[in-house]
């Protein structure tokens, strides 16, 4: 098993789409500026959830918890905050 024949197994966003459309709840986005495969599939999801919020963090990669937990837990408490909020 490979992760190229996982992933073909999955469906694209671009089929998931109109069903993420339906999703009414805020989500949160975060992806590293430096994560080349995840970034441009993490500005297509956002996009395709109506109420989402998409946080990209400079000087991280895949994993932005480990590389900058800082600006991860401010991205994360500032999301939670709204959307207890109502915002």
């Known amino acids: 098993h490979t992760l190229r024949g996982v992933l ?7 089929e998931l789409a109109p069903r993420l459309a339906e999703l ?7 992806v590293g500026a430096r994560d080349r495969m995840s970034l441009p599939a993490s500005r297509v999801l ?6 989402a919020k998409l946080v990209v963090v400079e000087g991280a990669g895949h994993v932005v918890n480990l ?21």
């Open 8 to 14: 073909a197994a999955e469906p694209s966003l671009d």
């Open 67 to 87: 590389a900058q937990p800082a600006a991860f837990n401010r991205a994360l408490e500032e999301f939670l905050a709204a959307a207890v909020g109502g915002a």
């Open 46 to 51: 956002a996009a395709a959830l109506p109420r």
């Open 24 to 30: 009414a709840r805020p989500a949160l986005v975060i």
